[in-house]
Nanobody, 125 residues
Framework: QVQLVESGGGLVQAGGSLRLSCAAS????????MGWFRQAPGKDREFVAT????????YYGDSVKGRFTISRDNAKNTVSLQMNSLKPEDTAVYYC??????????????????WGQGTQVTVSS
């Protein structure tokens, strides 16, 4: 059974940093794209960042460019999201996702077959 399990969420003040991690199990994702999405209350799930299988290509949503960095460790079957300069509008549940294919393809959330259960990030002003 494929599982993606996120960790690292929490409460942080505006301007602070958090690092999210997603551990995959049930299969290897070393040749798959992985990424992060988020969903705030009352809003649609939003693309945050994706990374291709070898880390050579990354994509970011406009609202997080320059502040968030996605990375992966294929030996550990994990993907991480370093979030700096956090803003209250970054408050959301953050979801890990994965699919075979490219990071660009994964940036369309409708194409992702694998999802984690989500981790809450709350940024206070």
């Amino acid at each position: 059974q494929v599982q993606l399990v996120e960790s690292g969420g929490g409460l942080v003040q505006a301007g602070g940093s958090l690092r999210l991690s997603c551990a995959a199990s049930g299969r290897t994702f070393s040749k798959a794209a992985m990424g992060w999405f988020r969903q705030a209350p009352g809003k649609d799930r939003e693309f945050v960042a994706t990374i291709n299988w070898n880390g050579g290509s990354t994509y970011y949503g406009d609202s997080v460019k320059g502040r968030f960095t996605i990375s992966r460790d294929n030996a550990k079957n994990t993907v991480s999201l370093q979030m700096n300069s956090l803003k209250p509008e970054d408050t959301a549940v953050y979801y890990c996702a994965a699919r075979d294919g490219t990071a660009w393809e994964l940036s369309n959330k409708k194409t992702a077959p694998y999802w984690g259960q989500g981790t809450q990030v709350t940024v206070s002003s």
